[in-house]
């Protein structure tokens, strides 16, 4: 009996959206003389609200043209544009504003897909130590982050102090290949000062394995313990997590007017690695064993609030002073 009751709600379900749902936006277009296109465009403000329709309304559309539209090239966007308003019989001289809208959404929707290869070329690509470019940037890395203190060889236990489990990097970047070390660069070179705190924090014991005087003295309410390279690897890995399933469109086509790049997406790791930082203050795990779990509450706080298609990190880069807002 159940199983006759799914397959007669999947009925309905399927005659819903194949005749009762189009034949609406036949009725709803006649009433309204506009497209489901025009609709969302002109009752939606720019953003992730009016893109997520518009991506939507594409993909579902039964038209191949609508539905290629979503992995145009964006230098044939502004043609595809032209293409849409011709099908939909929409004259662009009379709704100059249609075409600007649909363009800035398809930029950032083409915008999105061209990122998400990017990120994925760049985590797929290992660390190469022969490779002098690749050299290059680990080294950057130690002076951005221990600027008084000269590595005294490329192998060396040093590496331990920013947070990297051996004496040899290179054998840390195995899961995110070098996109942690792009993330943890950035970080280090346009928010050097947060960079600089929760490395330092993160070098302090545990304030609940010294006595409380002790830490009082000490001032060590930001003691926190835990590897900073290796934590900025593992938020590589929840940034990259939200980019691939999509969970990261709300926030990036709030923030990127056209098409979202590189630096949106590091932006975010940075807004990230501090959002972590304070996170893990109030957890106060036991200790480092904790890290999962941790992290795990804080990937599911953060996909929470993107749920909400008007969230977005602040537009202006200080990540600092970067919080969620409602838009």
């Known amino acids: 009996m159940k199983h006759f009751l799914r397959v007669v709600t999947q009925f309905f379900v399927f005659l819903y959206c194949k ?48 539905q290629s539209a979503l992995s145009v090239h964006p230098d044939k966007v502004e043609k595809t544009i032209d293409d849409i308003m011709a099908l939909k019989k929409i004259n662009p001289d009379t709704n100059p504003q249609l075409g600007i809208s649909l363009q800035a959404s398809l930029l950032q929707i083409v915008g999105y897909r061209n990122l998400v290869a990017e990120v994925e070329k760049l985590r797929r690509e290992p660390y190469d130590c022969e490779n002098p470019e690749n050299e290059k940037m680990l080294m ?48 280090a070179e346009h928010d050097k000062a947060t960079a600089l705190q929760m490395l330092h924090d993160s070098l302090q014991p545990k304030h609940n394995e010294i006595n409380k005087p002790e830490w009082e003295q000490k001032n060590l309410d930001k003691a926190i313990g835990f590897s900073f390279a290796i934590v900025g690897i593992n938020i590589t890995d929840l940034a990259y997590s939200l980019l691939v399933s999509g969970a990261l469109k709300t926030h990036l086509y709030n923030v990127a007017p056209e098409v979202p790049s590189l630096m ?38 953060i996909l929470r609030q993107l749920k909400n298609p008007d969230m977005a990190l602040c537009p202006h880069f200080t990540a600092s002073d970067l919080h969620l807002v409602n838009l």
């Open 264 to 301: 949106h997406f590091q932006q975010t790791f940075c807004y990230l690695m501090q959002e972590f930082h304070r996170f893990w203050i109030e957890e106060d795990p036991s200790d480092i064993m904790e890290f999962n779990r941790v992290r795990s509450k804080f990937h599911r706080r």
């Open 140 to 187: 950057k890395l130690w002076k951005e982050l221990r600027p008084d203190t000269p590595l005294t060889s490329r192998i060396s236990k040093q590496w331990c102090e920013i947070g990297f489990q051996g004496s040899d990097p290179k054998t840390d970047f195995r899961g995110m290949g070098l996109l942690g070390l792009h993330n943890l660069l950035y970080f």
């Open 19 to 66: 005749c009762l749902w189009r034949g609406l936006k036949f009725v709803v277009r006649k009433f309204t003389g506009r497209c489901e296109l025009q609709r969302i465009c002109y009752n939606n403000k720019h953003g992730a609200r009016r893109t997520l329709k518009i991506e939507s309304s594409l993909r579902y559309s039964k038209n191949e043209l609508l």
